[in-house]
């Protein structure tokens, strides 16, 4: 998957048609600190981390290639 730009997340979110609650409830992070991510602001690694494995739970499940932290260009 090529690299995204900040907003990586957000568009990733809307084409597989999930909202930040659904991010929140498989990365146990708060919505605020999702919406941060989205907006290319500083989050933690480990918040990254855990956002990560949430995004990759919901690819597979479409059946779609996971991403890594790179792609997603968190600003950690």
């Known amino acids: ?9 957000l568009r990733l979110r809307e084409r597989l048609d999930i909202t930040r609650e659904d991010i929140v409830r498989r ?6 600190t999702v919406r941060n991510a989205e907006k290319g602001a500083k989050i933690t690694r480990r918040s990254a981390l855990q956002i990560l494995r949430a995004v990759n739970s919901h690819l597979r499940e479409s059946n779609q290639p996971e991403v890594t932290l790179d792609d997603l260009d968190f600003v950690l």
Do not use: G, Q
């Open 1 to 9: 998957m090529p690299i995204m730009s900040a907003s990586a997340l």
């Open 27 to 32: 990365s146990h992070v708060s919505v605020a």
